[in-house]
């Protein structure tokens, strides 16, 4: 169906050119410029040199850059602001020049063309500008207008091409012309070989309605487009596997626009030439379709492959632009970018792969509408005009690797007409935006329309996996708490509500929370939310955790069997989680990487307890407690800084109520005992060992780390022996030196103890000192 609405469109043609000359007699003009005076025409070479002494070196735009490089640009400018034309005689003139350009540009009859006054420039011998294209300076600019100025010169011709086409046009010593041209096409003006041209510029703009006269013809063309199109929507589309049924239809259509726009210029009455009279047509075929239509940019990614052409270098053309720059502006330094641009060629052969994504939508009365990016599949997507036969804004050529490779991406900025059935608009927008379908969902229920909200919800219901964990932001989770509650219907509501499980449960949700559980019951809300966090990141549960106290606390303001229940149920899935992650990371220690996890742990761990008095669970606090323990040596100090923690956000009598004060007592006995034991003796060279692997080599390992007089060992091992050992002694930062010994086979592994082991232990001595002072403070010991 593409290639009939393709064919059709490129039959609705406009009768304009993108460039056009008209004559103009010399005598309309009257020019004068401050500092140098009248100028008469056919300017003089003397006359020409002296506007140069008055003139600055002309500026170009690339990329976000304003530059001055006379490899690119070689010509000189006088702004505006010197410039005084006699209107009177001028402007009639310049009107009835203007009318008939907008004819020859193919613009619409009711459009008017004004034209504003840019600079004039004077091109030495010697001088140029390469090819580039005009940057839009101003709200409605369409084109530019050049006026070449009657004067004796030579080469100099300005060269436009626009698709592949070209036109040139020459100056003259003794007539003047007018040359128009589209902003988007690239042109040139060719070295000046002898004399000097001189051109005043102007920006020309676009008024008024762009509304084009009907004609039989063009009614004719339009049918067969309303034919076409109504056909691409409802015929399936192929199967997408051998042995599949036929894939539905498509959604979309969307025609790529052959003149380039960007956000400031594009607009329904800003198209210009064939772009016009063919949105004109898709417009009348999206009314009597009932289609939704809009205007949007589009940016197109394209990977060819491609053959390299040997010793062929060209120039890059895209890129630059002519920029409007006041006098005063500074120059800006050019970097290291080459903007000449000279770089190695290929031959396209093949299209390999192609996507097209639409940003900046605008709607059928031209107002700005928020829609996310959209990405659309081929079988959406038709152009009169190839994008490789546009110029591309940024290419990347990937010579060949061997087993893939030699393939040019090409990315172009297009603009382009949307088209959907309106009955469709839900369901199109639904896949883009879950925020969208729940906004709308929550506008038929607000309006009484609890069925309409139903059958919406089912019908996003086979893609809501998909999009709804692709929103972000809390406006979306409470709206959708929100349908969720009001759709009053458990099956439905779970659908909505499921994917969104890990960001549904936080204090600023826990009102709504408890309105789910009043309507849809214990179980429910069970079955949400119990193991609802299983896809979130570790730091985000971690967050979670630490926070529940907040959410239980509101959730369980009624003070409710049910509230409390599952806040336990709830809890006990997190806890869960939370052993496991304990009981991994003590499984690595010693070393500084697993308790610097453990330490992570502390803040939530913390947040558990306290969820458990607001849940009263006793058996809840219980099982946080047994995390507590201090069999482990390492974990005393971990378990010192939980209570310095806990006792940070409670006082001593709420500390005793969450089970605490039993921790610091046990911990208060083992500093004593610890403490009582004798330091470290000079001689011993004792390492704490980490928990074998189990296999022979672990084995050996921990025995010369535990054994106090042996400071070394020699050990012959092969190459897989010795990267295990290398490896336990990196994860567990154990205090060893281990150097490989390249000489016989198997080569012999050297581990020496550092002399950490015993400022190791000295400071370790140090924090039970501390810990132990801290303790006997808050248990009031002398």
Known sequence: MLTAITKNLASIAASGSFATRRPCPPDDLQLTVRGVGPIRFPISGASARTLCTVARPARFGYKQKTLRDQRVRNTWEIGKDRITIAQERWQPALSRHLAKIQQDLGLPAGCSLTADLHNLLIYEPGQFFVPHQDSEKLDGMVGTLV???????????????????????????????????????????????????????????????????????????????????????????????????????????????????????????????????????????????????????????????????????ERYRHGWHDEDESEDDEEESQD????????????????????????????????????????????????????????????????????????????????????WPRDRTFLIRARLSAAYAIDQIGTALKAGSLDEARTLTRRVAPFWSAVAPREEGRRFIRSTLQVADAIEEADLAATLLQPLTPRLLSAATARLVRTLLQRYGLEWCRTLFANGDQDRRDDERLAWIASMPGFSSILCADASVNQRELVRSIATSELAWLT?????????????????????????????????????????????????????????????????????????????????????????????????????????????????????????????????????MDWRLAT???????????????????????????????????????????????????????????????
């Open 336 to 419: 290291d970018d080459d903007l000449t641009g000279s770089g190695a060629s290929w031959t396209l052969t093949d299209l390999e792969d192609s996507d097209v994504e639409l940003r900046h939508w605008l709607d059928a009365s031209g107002r700005r509408t928020a829609m996310v990016p959209m990405q659309l599949g081929t079988y959406e997507v038709c152009a009169t005009t190839d994008s490789d036969a546009l110029e591309p804004f940024a290419t990347e050529h990937e010579g060949y690797m061997g087993n893939y490779g030699n393939t040019v991406d090409r990315w172009y900025h297009r603009a382009a007409v949307v088209l």
């Open 720 to 782: 897989q022996g010795r990267a295990h050992i290398h490896r336990i002694v990196a994860d567990h930062d154990l205090p060893i030196q281990h150097v490989t010994i390249r000489s016989g086979s198997p080569r012999t592994l050297v581990l020496t103890k550092k002399p950490a082991v015993f400022v190791q232990a000295a400071a370790e001595r140090e924090s039970w000192t501390a810990d132990l002072r801290w303790l006997k403070k808050e248990l009031h010991i002398r």
């Open 580 to 712: 496991k992650e304990f009981a991994t990371q003590c499984r690595l220690l010693p070393g500084q990487r697993p308790l610097a996890a453990l330490d992570r742990l502390l803040t939530p761990l913390l947040g558990l307890l306290e969820t458990s008095m607001i849940a009263k669970s006793p058996e809840l606090r219980s099982s946080i407690l047994g995390l507590l323990s201090i069999e482990n040596r390492q974990l005393l100090s971990w378990v010192m800084r939980f209570l310095r923690i806990a006792r940070g956000r409670h006082p001593p009598r709420e500390m005793a109520e969450l089970g605490l004060g039993l921790v610091q007592e046990s911990c208060n006995r083992a500093l004593i005992e610890r403490l009582a034991a004798p330091p470290r003796r000079p001689g011993d060279w004792s390492v704490v060992a980490p928990r074998p692997c189990g296999c022979e080599l672990c084995t050996v390992l921990n025995d010369f780390l535990t054994a106090p007089g042996r400071k070394t």
């Open 147 to 313: 006026v070449t100025l009657p004067s004796p010169f030579q080469g100099g011709a300005i060269v436009i091409e626009h698709h592949g086409k070209k036109v040139s046009y020459r100056g003259s010593g003794a007539a003047m012309s007018l040359i128009a041209f589209y902003a988007d096409c690239h042109h040139e003006v060719q070295t000046v070989t002898s004399g000097h041209r001189i051109v005043v510029t102007y920006n020309l703009l676009l008024h008024g309605s762009s509304d084009l006269t009907d004609s039989p013809q063009l009614r004719r063309q339009t049918e067969l487009l309303v034919t076409s199109i109504r056909s691409h929507f409802d015929t399936p589309l192929p199967p997408r596997w051998e042995g599949q049924p036929p894939q539905a239809p498509p959604d979309r259509l969307v025609y790529l626009l052959d003149h380039h726009y960007t956000q400031k210029s594009l607009g329904w009455k800003r198209l210009k030439n064939g772009d016009a009279i063919r949105v004109r047509a898709l417009r009348d075929v999206a009314m009597r379709l009932e289609c939704e239509i809009f205007l949007a940019l589009a940016d197109v990614h394209e990977t060819w492959s491609c053959e390299d052409d040997e010793d062929d270098h």
